[in-house]
C-alpha cells in the first residue's frame, strides 16, 4: 500500500478536541485548518488554527453537521485530510464515503466499518458470528411486536429497547415488566426517531449491576491489531460518563488478556483499521458482553495515552497515512494509574440539568500528573447549542490511591465562576468509599448519590470563591480590578487560600 503523508488537515469539530488534534498536529508538522459556527466565532479553536473558516450559523445543523461544505471548505484551503474528532460526523460513514471520495484522506475507520457498528443490530450478528458474547436480546430490529413480547418473556424482565442507530443513552427505555412493554415500545421508537431519525429499536436483557468496561483499540490497513488495554468507565449520569479511568480497577490480569483479545476479535470482524474503541458491559458475575463498537477516538482517550505512553490521535495520522503500526501487543504495557473527570457546566442539584451562560473566572489547577483537555479560556461562554463540557481534568499518579488524591487536590483547586459546575459532584465521587474500595457499578449514581451531599462541597466552593475575591481585592489595594496587575498569581491551592484571605481580614 502507497503512503500518503498528511501535510494539512481540516478538523471537522470544535472546542476541546479540536485542539487536542490540532496540538498533536503541530508536533507532526500538519497543517491545521479549522472551521466555526457564529456561536464560536472567538473561540479558541478557531484563533489557535493555521487558518479557520466560517461554515454556518450556531446550530450544528447548519454548521459542523454540513459535511458538503466541509469537505467544500477542505479543498478550498488546499487539505488533503479531514479528521472528525468524536460526535458530529465522525460516525457517519456516509460522511466518510464522500471524503474519501472526494480524494482526500479521512483520518478514521473504513467507511463500511462505521456503517456496520453504527447500525446495533447488525453489529450484534456481526459479533455473535465472530464469537464474542452479546448480551442475550433480538437479533433484529423490532417489527412485530408480539414476536418481541415473546423474545421479552423469553429473557425475563427487566429488559431494555434500545435504538438500531443510538447510542449515548438516548432512544433507550427500561421496561420492567410486561404491563409496561407497550408504553416503553412506543417512547422508545419515539425518542430514536427523534435524536437519530431512525425508529428502528431493539431488545437487549437489562442486566442487573452491571459495570461499563472498554477496550482501546488500534488497527493499521494492514491486518495489525491492537489493544491499549482498558478503561473504566462506570460512573456515568444518564447513561453518559462522568469519570473515566484506565485501568479497571475489578479486572485481573487473566481477565484484562482475555477481553484484551476478544476486543481485537471484535474489531477484526469488521475490517477495522485506525483508532476504536469496543465496550463491553460485565454482570455481577464477571460475565463480559459486547456492548458497542465506538468508531472513533473517544472522548476519554487521554487516559489511556497516560498509562501506556501512546499518543492516540498521532496513531491515527501514521495509520491514516499507510503506516504499519510501530509496535506489537507484547510492546505495550501499564504504567500508573489515571482517572479523567469531565468538567461539564451543569448543576448536580438540578438533575444535572446544563447550566449555560458565561464564564467570568477560569483558574486551572497545575501541577506534576494534571493535564487538562479544554477548548475554553476565561470569559468563555458555554452555549446553549453544544455540549457543556467545560473541560476533562486528567490526573495520573503511580497507583490507583494517588491518583485519587491527586484528583480531590486538583479538584480543589480548580476556580469556574458565573455559572453552575459538577465540580462538587466529581469530587463527591472521588471521597465516596465504594468509589475509592473500586466496588461500584453504572447504578452508583442513582444508589449513592443525593444532592443534598453536596452541601460540605458546596460550602467548600463558597468559602475559596470568597477567597479568591479578596486576594484579588488586597493584590489591587482594595480597588477591586482590572488589568494584568489585578491578575492572582496562584502559589497554593484555593484552600489555603481560605485562610490567606481570613488573615488579611
Avoid at 456492548?291 to 489511556?304: A, D, G, K
Avoid at 457543556?388 to 486538583?410: F, H
Wanted: proline share 4%.
Amino acid at each position: 500500500m502507497k503512503k500518503k503523508r498528511i501535510r494539512k488537515v481540516l478538523i471537522a469539530n470544535r472546542g476541546e478536541i479540536a485542539l487536542r488534534i490540532m496540538n498533536a498536529c503541530k508536533e507532526m508538522g500538519i497543517g491545521t485548518v479549522s472551521v466555526f459556527s457564529a456561536a464560536d466565532r472567538d473561540a479558541l479553536h478557531t484563533k489557535s488554527s493555521d487558518e479557520a473558516y466560517f461554515i454556518g450559523e450556531a446550530p450544528a445543523s447548519e454548521s459542523y453537521l454540513k459535511g458538503d461544505l466541509i469537505i467544500e471548505t477542505a479543498k478550498k484551503a488546499k487539505c488533503n485530510a479531514i479528521h472528525p474528532g468524536y460526535g458530529f460526523l465522525a460516525e457517519n460513514g456516509e460522511f466518510a464515503q464522500k471524503v474519501i471520495d472526494s480524494g482526500l484522506e479521512f483520518v478514521g475507520p473504513p467507511p463500511g466499518a462505521i456503517t456496520q457498528m453504527g447500525d446495533k443490530t447488525l453489529a450484534r450478528k456481526i459479533m455473535m458470528e465472530a464469537c464474542v458474547p452479546v448480551v442475550p436480546g433480538t437479533a433484529d430490529p423490532i417489527k412485530d411486536k408480539k414476536k418481541a413480547k415473546k423474545t421479552a418473556d423469553e429473557i425475563g424482565y427487566p429488559i431494555l429497547i434500545k435504538a438500531a442507530g443510538g447510542g449515548g443513552g438516548k432512544g433507550m427505555r427500561r421496561i420492567a415488566s410486561p404491563e409496561d412493554f407497550d408504553d416503553g415500545l412506543k417512547r422508545a421508537v419515539s425518542e430514536a426517531s427523534s435524536s437519530f431519525g431512525n425508529p428502528l429499536v431493539y431488545i437487549e436483557k437489562y442486566l442487573e449491576k452491571p459495570r461499563h468496561i472498554e477496550f482501546q483499540i488500534l488497527a493499521d490497513k494492514y491486518g495489525n491489531t491492537v489493544h491499549l488495554f482498558e478503561r473504566e468507565c462506570s460512573i456515568q449520569r444518564r447513561h453518559q460518563k462522568v469519570i473515566e479511568e484506565a485501568p479497571s480497577p475489578t479486572l485481573t490480569p487473566e481477565e484484562r488478556e482475555k477481553f484484551g483479545e476478544i476486543a481485537v476479535r471484535a474489531a477484526k470482524a469488521c475490517g477495522y483499521s485506525n483508532a476504536g474503541t469496543v465496550e463491553f458491559l460485565m454482570d455481577a458475575h464477571r460475565n463480559f458482553y459486547f456492548l458497542e463498537m465506538n468508531t472513533r477516538i473517544q472522548v476519554e482517550h487521554p487516559v489511556t495515552e497516560e498509562v501506556t505512553g501512546i499518543d492516540l490521535v498521532q496513531e491515527q495520522f501514521k495509520i491514516s497515512s499507510g503506516e504499519k503500526l510501530s509496535f506489537k501487543q507484547g510492546d505495550i504495557s501499564l504504567r500508573g494509574h489515571s482517572i479523567e473527570s469531565r468538567i461539564y457546566a451543569e448543576d448536580p442539584l438540578s438533575d444535572f440539568y446544563p447550566s449555560i451562560g458565561l464564564i467570568n473566572e477560569l483558574q486551572e489547577p497545575t501541577g506534576n500528573g494534571i493535564r487538562i483537555e479544554s477548548g475554553i479560556k476565561g470569559s468563555s461562554e458555554i452555549s446553549i447549542y453544544y455540549d457543556p463540557l467545560i473541560a476533562k481534568l486528567v490526573c495520573t499518579g503511580r497507583d490507583r490511591k494517588g491518583a485519587i488524591n491527586r484528583t480531590i487536590q486538583a479538584l480543589n483547586d480548580y476556580v469556574i465562576t458565573g455559572l453552575k459546575t459538577n465540580l462538587a459532584f466529581c469530587n463527591f465521587v472521588m471521597e465516596h468509599k465504594k468509589f475509592r474500595d473500586g466496588d461500584f457499578d453504572t447504578n452508583f449514581v442513582n444508589e449513592h448519590f443525593k444532592p443534598e451531599y453536596l452541601n460540605r462541597f458546596e460550602n467548600k466552593e463558597k468559602a475559596v470563591l470568597a477567597a479568591v475575591a479578596a486576594v484579588h481585592a488586597h493584590n489591587n489595594g482594595g480597588r477591586g480590578k482590572s488589568g494584568d496587575q489585578g491578575k492572582m498569581k496562584r502559589t497554593t491551592s484555593n484552600w489555603k487560600s481560605v485562610g490567606m484571605a481570613l488573615n488579611m481580614r
